[in-house]
């Protein structure tokens, strides 16, 4: 390793602000390539090392380029394949010769060496610059005829790959003249190239680009080309290329149209003129389409069933027309739709009301009067000749039937006298003087007063105390009204219910038990004796929750071990286990190979688990946690290459890997590993190996190394 240290320390002498990378070649000089699942030999500066690689190819000789990535300093890593412009060093970050990457950058070189992948340049069927006057046109699929054209060649692996066209076969303009020509796909899935009209150089326009021929289904690009042009190109500076694709202008057969239906508004108006194809606009000539694909009057031609009875119950769905007779199951009487008359004859409202806009002729109106009473008018006195009904003045004595005496109109004589209420009523206004009081009494009542006891002379009919001897009639029980003793008793509300108030000592408890069962507790395991857990009902379970006692067997039902997260039921405190292999097994030269172990030195684990060892290759995990897994092995007398072995977990990934490379062929080359690793119930390991000599090599086994060849492990979490 300090070999490749200093060879890589002697490419990158100068100080650089980019990580460097470094030129290598895949292989270690001899043919071999693969180290490993994901690694790779390279040779920097004739120095062989492993390096990790996913991102090229597994060919020896292969030029590439070797580093170390800022996330995993030190793993040695293949960045990517060189290409052909040399072997100087490359700096990511570094735009020495930016405009080579950069799709039409500037310059003779821009856009030569394109890095920075833009859409245009990979869309299907674009038409792109190749060499000197030749063009590739990307592979992309179109549809002709009814199905999916590939436009591309394949290559010796019948992998799609660019269409070349060579405008150097191609007739070009004359002495200053320039034209385009058009490349498309015609009706046949094949690369059409028309030429234009050459015109004046420097005033070639886009309206010079070649129409498309009928034949042409798919126009690509127009390519410009000028007398004496020795390459056609696409950058900043110039453009030979005009993309015609977006969008891609394109035709339909009518053989073309293999499904859907057509709408009615996308067919033209018809004619009597061409009855075999869809009419040219015109007059409508009221013809129908046949399914044979001709246009007929209306109602000519035979109806097919699938017509005229849809639903295939015999009966036709629709008719034109049918005789009264033949409706089968119509009404006697068919009571009318809400409807009304008003626009032919005048509403009740309207002729009973003034102004509702009724309107009889007078000569229309029966039973009227002969005369009418006039509006309103005046009449001179000399015009009445007999008795009116009213007079405006006429003299008393004309006046008949008058009565001899007439009752007043509503009138008072409140401010004549007092009036009853304000007699009756204190304060009311009266004021009668004392004088003109009759009938008075000669004294009163005097208004506040006292009497002495002896004063009373009679019963009375109220007292302020009684003795109860004198209190007659009185009833010998007395109903009480309605009360409450809440402040010197706890009410059976309060009582009964939980934080209402009610406080009773216990000892004023009666008749109560003398254990009861508390809310919260622990049992021994013996205390459960009868019935069976319910496993929904146990929880992930820390195996040290169980502190004293066995379950009765019959208690416990069948577990998953997951419910088991920490601890173990039973005796040993261990849970670990070692195998060994006591005999020789070949390992093939640069393949992975799991040891096959032939006995177990030991299985510790908790009782009702199953055994850590399956017999073969494998020692599986029972309980979940992080375990310390180790393994080594001892090869065969042999120098040459190197010796590798790793814990494999679950038949994938390698999880602790251990590299020694062979120094000599008179002793064993022992190779240890070892790491943590979190496993859960289900999971397995193995010791795999893999060993580089050129050919197949033994692992040994002897009385002096008997645990030579181990795989081990313990649950230490």
Partial sequence: MKKLHDALANLAVEKQDAITAYPAKLGDGSGRVIAGAGLVYVRVADVVAIAACTSVPPVHDLEVWVGYENLQRNVLRVLGQRDAL????????????????????????????????????????????????????????????????????????????????????????????????????????????????????????????????????????????????????????????????????????????????????????????????????????????????????????????????????????????????????????????????????YTKSELNTSGAGGAVHWNNVTSKPSSFTPSSHTHSGSDITSSVASANSVPWSGVTGK????????????????TKSELNTSGAGGAVHWNNVTSKPSSFTPSSHTHSGSDITSSVASANSVPWSGVTGKPSTFPPDAHNHNDLYYTKYELNTVNSGAVVDWGNIGSKPASFTPSFHYHAAVDVNSGTFNPARIPNLDASKITSGTFDTARIPNLDASKITAGYFGGTTAIAARVIRTGTQTVPNNAWTAVSFSEATFDDRPSGLSAHWDGGTRLYCQVAGTY?????????????????????????????????RATTSSQYTIVNVSGLIKLNVGNYIELVLNQTSGGNLNIVHDTNHPYANALGMARIA
């Fill in 403 to 418: 009565p001899s005496t007439f009752p007043p109109d509503a009138h008072n004589h409140d401010n004549l006298y007092y």
């Fill in 628 to 660: 310390y897994v180790y393994g080594n092995v001892m090869f065969d007398l042999n120098a040459n290459g190197d010796r590798m072995a790793a814990i494999r977990v679950n038949g994938g990934q390698l999880r602790v890997v251990s590299n020694i």
């Fill in 86 to 345: 040399g072997n100087r060093q490359f700096i990511p970050g570094v735009a020495a010769h930016a405009a080579m990457h950069e799709f039409m950058g500037a310059g003779s070189l821009g856009g030569t060496d394109v890095v920075k992948v833009q859409l245009q340049q990979f869309m299907p069927l674009a038409v792109w610059p190749y060499d000197g006057l030749k063009v590739i046109v990307w592979p992309g699929v179109v549809w002709i005829n009814g199905q999916y054209k590939l436009i591309a060649d394949l290559n010796q692996y019948d992998k799609p790959v660019p269409k070349i066209i060579d405008f150097g076969e191609y007739a070009g303009p004359a002495a200053n003249k320039e034209m385009y020509y058009l490349v498309g796909i015609d009706n046949t899935g094949n690369i059409q190239v028309v030429a234009g009209n050459q015109v004046d150089w420097g005033t070639l326009a886009l309206t010079d680009i070649p129409s498309a021929p009928t034949n042409m289904l798919y126009p690509l690009a127009a390519v410009r080309r000028s007398f004496e042009q020795a390459g056609i190109v696409i950058n900043r500076e110039s453009s030979d290329i005009v993309d015609l694709r977006f969008p891609i202008a394109h035709k339909h057969r009518s053989e073309d149209i293999t499904s859907g239906t057509i709408s009615a508004n996308r067919l033209p108006l018809f004619t009597a003129t061409e009855p075999g194809a869809v009419p040219a606009p015109g007059t409508v000539s009221n013809k129908v389409l046949r399914d044979d694909g001709t246009w007929v009057s209306a109602g000519t031609g035979d109806m097919t069933k699938a017509v005229y009875d849809t639903d295939n119950d015999g009966v036709v769905d629709a008719a034109e027309s049918a005789p009264w007779s033949g409706i089968t199951g119509k009404p006697s009487t068919f009571p009318p739709d809400a409807h009304n008359h008003d626009n032919l004859y």
